[in-house]
């Protein structure tokens, strides 16, 4: 793969097995440049965050992100290689799908309920596949879809910062959008879902995609004013603006917990952070123990102060001011301010109700099509348990972006009578103090093999069950993830010997 300057633009041109292609140099997610990403087959996989690409169309085949990438017309005359290059898809670097608009003469109602990243995938892939029915979209917020994976790592974005789409994007394509309203109750008997509004929405398909909310400590002080959760833009803006200048807590060493952490102690944007976590170190049941300890080293270098293996048994307070973190060691910690982030629990108390199955945690199970246990309704996102193919079909739920947004299409092509079966390896990412992390495919591991210098933070970590690498994360090794994570999707696996005797193999990963 290699680009090439053509009339004020570039292009991507890609030689693979005998056959060549132009298309777009930009993953149209976050604009990394595609050249420095996987390729593998019949198409590109993005080296910071896993989108694929087709050679073939420049359509987007997996996520994140919404846009596919210019297609442009190559060919060889004379030994020359020749592209023909519209200039406006030169100028973009992305494309938008055509979509279709509804049809007065066709009475179907697909209703979506819920405004995150599976939502906005499934109504936007039900306009592209040429649906012309009813699409409704209903949100609690009242805002429309936005990135929601922004608002722990860049908490003063306001939410015209971070939205997906326009309004007239969504006008344009007839798509209702029903905001600051949720679901009550479903009667899957009568096809109707009941809104708090006391309005009843007809449907003939169903998607829910009600995502999950914080979970509270629920601890004496958990509902003071300064206790902070992150979830909509509203938390994080808050947040951002009470904690400048302030002493603030952190109640978990996770992805949301330690994200925030990073904001708030880059620039001094507060007088101090400390984070109280239940593992021995940051990230301990994700990455490991050795992974974890090198986090929490670089986090300690930029001010950030750890209490960890241990919990929260009070947030105190002085006339109603939280004024410290009380630990179960007896210890107390002096906070302004203090956040929780200690995970999300499914939205689903709504259907209790409703004869659509939950299991025990709160979880909808759905089959390798999104079909939960009631014929024609869909279930995707957090609230999912659904079978993952790299995991033999085990029943998982996962909280990512990318899999949320796999969801919203896979349900889009499913109520549209495509059966077409889940098929997208979990692929996240995080950032802290100028470092991204990413982290490929999934499971229960009993070994962690390093490869590269894990001091220096240029690493790959390889997760390791029985003889078989089940995940990898990497630092300053790209496109490391993205060849693991195409090497996963074809069904194939690193073995714990490969790893140990070469630990940059998956950096000459040829797929």
């Not at 879809?145 to 344009?172: Q, V």
């Not at 194939?492 to 797929?511: H, I, M, R, Y």
Request: glycine fraction near 10%.
């Amino acid at each position: 793969m290699k680009s090439f300057d053509i009339e004020g633009g570039k292009v991507l041109v890609v030689h693979h097995k005998g056959q060549l292609s132009a298309i777009g140099t930009k993953c149209s997610h976050a604009g990394a440049p595609l050249e420095n990403g996987a390729l593998c087959g019949d198409k590109v996989r993005c080296p910071w965050h896993g989108a694929c690409f087709s050679l073939v169309t420049g359509d987007i085949e997996d996520f994140p992100g919404l846009d596919s990438i210019p297609k442009y017309d190559i060919e060889v005359v004379n030994n020359e290689v020749k592209v023909r290059a519209n200039k406006a898809l030169l100028a973009a670097d992305k494309r938008m799908k055509p979509m279709t608009r509804r049809d007065p003469d066709n009475p179907t109602n697909f209703v979506i309920v819920g405004g995150g990243g599976a939502g906005a995938t499934c109504v936007e892939r039900l306009r592209q596949e040429g649906f012309t029915g009813r699409v409704i979209m209903i949100t609690q917020e009242y805002h429309l879809p936005y990135d929601r994976p922004k608002l722990s790592k860049a908490m003063d974005l306001t939410p015209d910062k971070i939205t997906l789409r326009s309004p007239h994007f969504y006008e344009n394509a007839d798509i209702e959008i029903l905001q600051g309203v949720s679901a009550e109750n479903i009667d899957t008997e009568e096809k109707e879902v009941y809104l708090n509004s006391g309005e009843k929405v007809p449907y003939d398909k169903l998607f829910i995609a009600t995502g999950g909310k914080p979970r509270r400590l629920g601890c004496p002080g958990d509902d003071l004013p300064e206790v902070f959760v992150i979830r909509t833009p509203e938390d994080t803006n808050g947040l951002a603006a009470a904690a400048s200048g302030k002493h603030v807590v952190i109640v978990g060493t996770s992805f949301i917990g330690m994200e925030t952490a990073a904001y708030l102690a880059s620039n001094n944007r507060a007088a101090s952070v400390s984070a109280i976590g239940n593992s021995s170190v940051p990230f301990e049941r994700s990455l490991g123990a050795v992974v974890g300890k090198r986090i929490q080293e670089l986090f300690e270098e930029n001010g950030v102060k750890f209490f960890n293996n241990t919990g929260v048994t009070e947030f105190t307070d002085e006339n109603g001011k939280l004024n410290g973190v009380l630990l179960d060691t007896e210890e107390m910690i002096a906070a302004d301010i203090a956040v929780v982030g200690v995970g999300v629990i499914p939205n689903t108390e709504f259907l209790e109700s409703s004869n659509i199955s939950r299991d025990e945690r709160g979880y909808v199970p759905v089959n390798e099509y999104l079909e939960s246990s009631v014929r024609g309704v869909f279930c995707g996102g957090d609230i999912a348990a659904f079978p993952l193919f790299i995991e033999d079909g085990a029943s998982v739920a996962i909280s990512h972006w990318q899999v949320a947004l796999g969801h919203g299409r896979t349900a889009a092509l499913n109520m549209l009578d495509q059966n077409v079966a889940l098929g997208s390896v979990p692929f996240f990412w995080t950032v802290f103090f100028g470092k991204s992390l990413r982290y490929t495919g999934y499971g229960m591991y009993d070994d962690v093999i390093i490869g590269g210098d894990l001091e220096s933070l240029s690493f790959m970590a390889y997760y390791c069950r029985g003889d078989r690498v089940v995940a990898l994360a990497s630092l300053g090794r790209d496109p490391a993830a993205a060849k693991y994570a195409e090497m996963l999707q074809q069904g194939k696996f690193l073995t714990k010997e490969q790893v140990a005797d070469d630990g940059d193999c998956a950096l000459k990963l040829n797929c």
